[in-house]
């Protein structure tokens, strides 16, 4: 039985739901409409003023032929990752290695994977100016390996070729649409740029060593950029605007039709008949038995003969000009 003296054990009324707690929904007079949420504030030296308890450092090879550009571009690169965002650099030409470490002046804590990715672009030939964009914030590189991607040597470099275009304009123009940075040499394209423009890059140098031509990805490249200026498209599927490409390069279909391969092929038991040899040939035609002297007349005369009939067939088709037609 149900207890009267305690009204909330009464099996009359229903038990009471646990209710919602709105104590932490409260209105935030701070957060207004005009803010921009996704902004990313740049990381200043007041964010961390304390130094860094660890010091990291990285260490990338690179070839011997870059040795002379790097002593030269040395100086500039210590000077500005030095002064501008207090990381310590090191080359060594006896190992061949570039090393970028943390100073007690280091006050962004990720700067050293920016510095890390520097030093990586120098080694695959990245000039100076280029590579130090990646230490802006928002900058990405990618380092797309294509080397392993076909076994056939002459088709890795017609296709290679092929990305950078004649004189260099398909890859101007991928980076125009891009808004990236893209070099390519030897066995890997290196990249720099925004997030999804590096996205972009890469599917379109992965397709082009598939044998899908990259003038495909830049027309719908140029498409989606005109689409995006639009208002009323702006927030709509592009699907049916986009062109869609199909392959044409079917096997052509051969006139003889194949034989079935269950076909059981009769083999003789004897072997085949020996054919003549050169010499036997020659004495047949009586040519083996000539002397020096006739075999060289021999040869001169079948030479004249030959050009007398190749002067002949010129000047038939040269007479077939001054024929009249036939007239109708």
């Not at 040939?281 to 009586?286: H, V």
Request: aromatic fraction near 8%; include cysteine.
């Amino acid at each position: 039985m149900a207890d009267e003296s305690n009204p909330s054990l009464s099996t009359d009324e229903p038990v009471a739901t646990k209710k919602n707690n709105k104590s932490h929904r409260k209105e935030k007079p701070w957060d207004t409409p005009d803010i921009d949420h996704w902004k990313i504030d740049p990381f200043t030296p007041d964010d961390m003023p304390h130094p860094l308890v660890e010091e990291s450092s990285f260490a990338v090879l690179f070839p011997k032929y870059r040795e002379a550009y790097l002593k030269e571009v040395w100086p500039h690169l210590t000077k500005f990752l030095k002064e501008k965002h207090g990381v310590g650099c090191q080359l060594n030409l006896i190992e061949g290695s570039m090393t970028v470490n943390t100073t007690p002046k280091t006050y962004d804590p990720y700067i050293i994977l920016k510095a890390r990715d520097l030093i990586k672009l120098l080694a695959r030939s990245v000039p100076f100016p280029a590579a130090v964009r990646i230490m802006e914030d928002g900058m990405a590189c990618d380092v797309i390996k294509i080397g392993n991607l076909l076994r056939n040597k002459e088709r890795f470099v017609k296709r290679r070729q092929r990305l950078v275009g004649p004189n260099g304009n398909t890859l101007k123009a991928i980076e125009l649409l891009t808004q990236c940075y893209v070099l390519v040499h030897g066995n890997t394209v290196s990249c720099i740029g925004s997030y999804k423009g590096l996205k972009e890059v890469r599917r379109i140098v992965m397709d082009c060593m598939r044998n899908i031509h990259p003038i495909y990805h830049i027309k719908s490249l140029m498409i989606k950029r005109e689409l995006a200026k639009d208002e009323r498209l702006k927030n709509e599927s592009w699907d049916r605007f986009l062109p869609k490409f199909k392959r044409t390069n079917k096997k052509q279909a051969t006139a003889e039709k194949k034989k079935p391969s269950n076909a059981k092929k009769e083999k003789s038991v004897f072997p085949p008949p020996q054919q003549p040899r050169k010499e036997d040939l020659q004495m047949e035609s009586g040519e083996y038995f000539l002397k020096p002297q006739e075999k060289r007349a021999k040869a001169a005369e079948g030479k004249k003969r030959l050009r007398e009939e190749k002067l002949q067939e010129k000047e038939r088709q040269r007479a077939k000009r001054f024929e009249a037609p036939e007239e109708p």
